[in-house]
T-cell receptor, first 113, second 116 residues
């Protein structure tokens, strides 16, 4: 049982490049979310999913796309990276609607130069 | 939309003493969950304690306890007998009982330093 796995852990991108942050969970969780954490701020919700094929926008969705083709995977795509997207990204998942136990990945450090 | 405010960007405490971290939130909902998360330098998000809004009793987990004041929309964290390993960033977070499981609204965080 690996929990929530994020890859890569570190990435440097050039402005305008695209990339995908991967998130996978092996706990059969329906609910998954992506957050970003900037210095001096808490985590902010980018996108979330309530099940395969169902996604919606969070607080800061601009510049990011998501899809959920399987229960296990919830990739986050940066279409054209900008320096403002330099951040630490966290994926989270939970099983029940009540979400009493929310599992976080270890984070992905992204620098856009 | 709900908001969470942590008014103390930094706090410090002497080892073995007690410290209280403050958190206020704004919501029009009556049913929700509140959390305190610890984030050490590794950036791992560690759940410290959880409170259900419909429960009047304050949650307690070993040296960690909360003071939940629903009418005042206040949710403070008390750490007793502080240890060096408690040094970390602490985040207060809110989750509506009506939204999906892993959607949280976080405060800005409080950086806690523990002095030996």
């Amino acid at each position: 049982n690996a929990g929530v796995t994020q890859t890569p852990k570190f990435q440097v991108l050039k402005t305008g490049q695209s990339m995908t942050l991967q998130c996978a969970q092996d706990m059969n969780h329906e609910y998954m979310s992506w957050y970003r954490q900037d210095p001096g701020m808490g985590l902010r919700l980018i996108h979330y999913s309530v099940g395969a094929g169902i996604t919606d926008q969070g607080e800061v969705p601009n510049g990011y796309n998501v899809s959920r083709s399987t229960t296990e995977d919830f990739p986050l795509r940066l279409l054209s990276a900008a320096p403002s997207q330099t951040s630490v990204y966290f994926c989270a998942s939970s099983y029940s609607f009540q979400g009493n136990t929310i599992y976080f990945g270890e984070g992905s450090w992204l620098t856009v130069v | 939309a709900q908001t969470v405010t942590q008014s103390q960007p930094e706090m410090s405490v002497q080892e073995a003493e007690t410290v209280t971290l403050s958190c206020t939130y704004d919501t029009s909902e009556s049913d929700y969950y509140l959390f305190w998360y610890k984030q050490p330098p590794s950036r791992q998000m560690i759940l410290v304690i959880r409170q259900e809004a419909y429960k009047q009793q304050n949650a307690t987990e070993n040296r960690f306890s909360v003071n939940f004041q629903k009418a005042a929309k206040s949710f403070s964290l008390k750490i007793s007998d502080s240890q060096l390993g408690d040094a970390a960033m602490y985040f207060c977070a809110y989750r509506s009982a009506e939204t999906s499981g892993s959607r949280l609204t976080f405060g800005e965080g409080t950086q806690l330093t523990v002095n030996p």
